[in-house]
T-cell receptor
């Protein structure tokens, strides 16, 4: 069965510092990987997906099949980036049934 | 963007009663909706896939007689927690798939069973 691991429950960085939220997955096939973000008192929303290869709000994530990782990175963190971040995996053709990681609470300090 | 709305946002009920939570896609039709459960400080766990006009598909370990799902229209799916008990207290979240394949989430419904 597929599994998504986010090893850090909490992560604090100072404003302007680089940030990396780790995500590893286990699945023998070719999954789709996503990062979702949940700001305080708001609903979960899509941040980015690996097939798009785009940068959203300065965040990027590269799928590394060799290391089965999909780490989320931003070179200069901002206070408004403070939120809960979930890495998620979808099996190809599964109509978006997602397996979520446990989430990482990012706090960007002033 | 597309909006998914859940109602109620929070509900408190007595043990043994049943509670219905609605999930609506406000400005799009969703043939497939998903129901998740989230315990405090834990991740979202997929409970079931709700398919319009057919029976829901439940994940392993989820009691289908306990968590009744009905997807009677392209914009509404309901989750009914039957004979609720304190251990059913949780945050229930639904999501719906837009035709593009993108997933949109509801704001969640917090259930507290006394």
């Amino acid at each position: 069965a597929q599994r998504v691991t986010q090893p850090e429950k909490l992560l604090s960085v100072f404003k302007g510092a680089p940030v990396e939220l780790k995500c590893n997955y286990s699945y023998s096939g070719s999954p789709e990987l996503f990062w979702y973000v949940q700001y305080s008192r708001q609903r979960l929303q899509l941040l980015l997906r690996h097939i798009s290869r785009e940068s959203i709000k300065g965040f990027t994530a590269d799928l590394n099949k060799g290391e089965t990782s999909f780490h989320l990175k931003k070179p200069f963190a901002q206070e408004e980036d403070s939120a809960m971040y979930y890495c998620a995996l979808s099996l190809s053709g599964s109509a978006r049934q997602l397996t979520f990681g446990s989430g990482t609470q990012l706090t960007v300090l002033p | 963007g597309a909006v998914v709305s859940q109602h109620p946002s929070w509900v408190i009920c007595k043990s043994g009663t049943s509670v219905k939570i609605e999930c609506r896609s406000l400005d799009f039709q969703a043939t497939t909706m998903f129901w998740y459960r989230q315990f405090p400080k834990q991740s979202l766990m997929l409970m079931a896939t709700s398919n319009e006009g057919s029976k829901a598909t439940y994940e392993q370990g989820v009691e289908k007689d306990k968590f009744l799902i009905n997807h009677a229209s392209l914009t509404l799916s309901t989750l009914t927690v039957t004979s609720a008990h304190p251990e059913d207290s949780s945050f229930y979240i639904c999501s719906a798939t837009l035709y593009t394949g993108e997933l949109f989430f509801g704001e969640g419904s917090r259930l507290t069973v006394l």
